[in-house]
């Protein structure tokens, strides 16, 4: 318990301005909060303004709730790490493969009752939470060596109701199990998605892409209840009423044990859905219309086949190592970056002005996404003449925009980002300030970035959402200094032993856990 409550102020505020910012960007009232931690509202609102005494099992109680990582009772201490900044980096790094194809060919997996191999597979904390779901349910899955070569091998019926609660509640993810498992069951459940906090992010989209295949979903007691109505087929083409991925992904894995012929229209054609399509293809399920936003699918019944596939390398990963080198203004080498999925991006760093170099094409393991190296060197940068805002493939990618931010902060100008999708996602861009940066909110939607940048270290608590903490850690990077960065569990979920990599480039990060 804090008890000197005077003494403690400023710890208990800043505790309770990430509690409150996570449980905004969750979606969550105060008072839905309370109910999940049995306490009142009131003491949420004190909590929040840092005037309630805590005690560790209360605070265990909303981190876990709001899957924050704050404290965790019983389990080992928040990882942290401690960056010594204002480092040349120089050589060569291999990007990893993507975090979000290895989570749909996972879910996807469940369409196959033969043994299918995954090469290279990144070995994250999101994978992490998929396995330890698929597992709960009866799939046996192992990793083959020090390559992440995984084998997944289903049991001939499913146990749903054995299902991971707190795996599933900890990833979005499994939002896409939804497509899969009405092929395996008339009624079943799922627990509530969770993963980074951006705002709310309804499934709606979801169930509009799924009735058609006889899928009807009620929210009750933090779980999704599912049933199927095996006489209800799609008659006409499937019009998704939001061009997302992991819509898309669902859609794609509904159609494809329908023994029919499915038309899908304003699907996504991005990287992780390239890669569920060719993988599915693998299956004996043709798809037409790859990388267009029609995808016509000729789906089978039954699917037992023993497949290898190798998904493809991951373009997020690459903006990251990309904006690792610009921002400490150094000269590194990103190996087998998947060029077709960050040409935009380079479009607009080149009127920049970044100096950089490419490699021929080649193509990845998938045998079809096209691949280069990129060599980056130090440049003056300027900003650019208009807004950064994304916009669904083929423009800049949504997961890259916050990049942009930090890349926009090194330059000579004034940048207006406009991260149009998420509503809250642009607040975290703002936790730059605290290591020198010139960031103004405008609106949760947009913010207005002035550079160039005197980087200076400082201690942040890691920002709920993924690429906001990453960009948060490459800032540190160039901060002179010492910087440390708190709880960097949402790092770990999306990106593979970061820190390591980063560190045989010459950077100098530890990690440490709190005694």
């Not at 005037?51 to 209360?58: A, D, G, H, I, P």
Request: include cysteine; charge should be neutral; glycine fraction near 8%.
């Amino acid at each position: 318990m804090i008890k000197d409550l005077d003494g403690a102020k400023p710890y208990l505020t800043q505790i309770g301005n990430l509690i409150r910012d996570s449980r905004r960007h969750r979606g969550w009232t105060q008072a839905q909060l309370a109910a999940a931690v049995a306490t009142s509202q009131s003491a949420i609102n004190r909590i929040e303004r840092g005037n309630q005494n805590l005690s560790m099992e209360m605070l265990s109680r909303i981190s876990e709730a709001l899957d924050s990582g704050i404290v965790s009772l019983g389990q080992a201490a928040p990882l942290h790490l401690r960056v010594t900044g204002g480092r040349t980096l120089s050589g060569s790094i291999t990007v990893k493969t993507s975090k979000n194809a290895g989570v749909a060919l996972l879910c996807a997996a469940l369409l196959n009752a033969g043994r299918t191999t995954l090469r290279k597979v990144a070995r994250i904390e999101e994978v992490n939470r998929i396995l330890e779901v698929l597992g709960s349910i009866g799939v046996r899955t192992r990793w083959l060596n020090d390559d992440n070569d995984l084998e997944i091998v289903p049991p001939k019926k499913l146990d749903l109701a054995a299902i991971d609660v707190e795996a599933a509640r900890r990833t979005r993810s499994i939002i896409m199990m939804l497509g899969p498992l009405i092929h395996h069951q008339d009624t079943f459940e799922l627990p509530y998605a969770g993963g980074c906090a951006l705002g709310t992010r309804t499934v709606e989209p979801h169930l509009v892409a799924l009735r058609p295949f006889g899928l009807e979903v009620k929210a009750a007691a933090g779980r999704y209840q599912a049933e199927v109505d095996r006489q209800v087929r799609p008659h006409r083409p499937i019009v998704l009423t939001e061009r997302g991925d992991t819509v898309t992904e669902n859609a794609l894995m509904a159609a494809a044990r329908r023994d029919g012929v499915t038309v899908i229209r304003n699907a996504s054609p991005n990287y992780m859905v390239q890669d569920l399509c060719f993988f599915l293809g693998e299956l004996g399920v043709r798809i037409d219309g790859v990388g267009t936003t029609t995808l016509t699918v000729h789906g089978v019944e039954h699917i037992d086949r023993e497949i290898d596939y190798a998904p493809s390398e991951d373009p997020i990963e690459a903006m990251s190592l990309i904006s690792a080198a610009i921002v400490t203004s150094s000269e590194i080498t990103v190996c087998r970056a998947p060029v077709e999925f960050l040409e935009i991006e380079l479009a607009l760093l080149e009127e920049m002005g970044l100096d950089y170099d490419r490699s021929p094409e080649y193509a990845a393991a998938n045998g079809r996404t096209r691949l280069v190296d990129l060599t980056v060197r130090p440049s003056a940068l300027r900003a650019p003449t208009d807004k950064v805002h994304p916009m669904p493939f083929p423009g800049l990618n949504i997961d890259n925009l916050p990049f942009f931010a930090l890349i926009a902060a090194t330059a000579s100008g004034s940048t207006l980002i406009h991260d149009w999708v998420y509503e809250n996602r642009a607040l975290y861009l703002t936790e730059l300030t605290k290591l020198g940066g010139k960031v103004t909110l405008l609106d949760p939607h947009r913010v207005y970035v002035e550079g160039p940048t005197h980087w200076s270290g400082a201690e942040v608590i890691c920002p709920p959402a993924l690429r906001p903490a990453v960009v948060v850690l490459l800032a540190m990077l160039a901060a002179k200094g010492t910087s440390v960065l708190r709880n960097v569990y949402v790092i770990n979920r999306g990106y593979e032993q970061l820190a390591d990599r980063l560190n045989q480039l010459g950077a100098e990060i530890s990690t440490f856990r709190d005694i």
